[in-house]
């Protein structure tokens, strides 16, 4: 709010001239209308820039891109090393219990399905359809 605004510079100096007009028996009443006024063009002032703010953000956030909060997606690369890495970590103790258990049948059956799932799993990005964009991505 401006300190040199005029509507509130005339209340303000008809609230002092009612004051000398009326005595110092209605002063608590004087100020209580003043503060009053003064409350009311603090609220509308501040009701104007919420509304203004929201404005700004709702028309911000129309305009963005819409993407998810939160970390980054990995890259298809990165996941795919990553899951085999996963499969060979994992590899260590199904070959230990497929040796002991089923020879080296088992063994080479083992690595047969490590090998498969692996394959699988890099396939899935080159046979997976590609998305359509939205429509209001477009823009």
Do not use: C, H
């Not at 209605?26 to 509304?51: G, I, P, W």
């Not at 939160?70 to 899951?83: D, E, L, M, T, V």
């Amino acid at each position: 709010m401006d300190a040199r605004d005029p509507e509130l510079n005339k209340d303000l100096s008809a609230t002092l001239q009612a004051r000398k007009d009326l005595g110092a028996e209605y002063e608590s009443e004087l100020v209580d209308s003043f503060m009053e006024k003064v409350n009311e063009r603090v609220d509308s002032r501040v009701e104007q820039r919420v509304r203004r703010e929201l404005a700004q953000q709702q028309t911000s956030f129309a305009r963005a891109d819409r993407r998810p909060i939160g970390p980054p997606s990995p890259s298809p690369r990165f996941a795919r090393y990553g899951f085999a890495g996963v499969t060979l970590v994992l590899a260590i103790p199904l070959s230990a219990i497929a040796a002991v258990n089923a020879g080296t049948g088992g063994l080479f059956i083992t690595w047969a399905g490590i090998v498969g799932v692996n394959v699988a799993q890099s396939l899935t990005g080159f046979l997976a359809p590609k998305e359509k964009p939205d429509r209001d991505d477009w823009s």
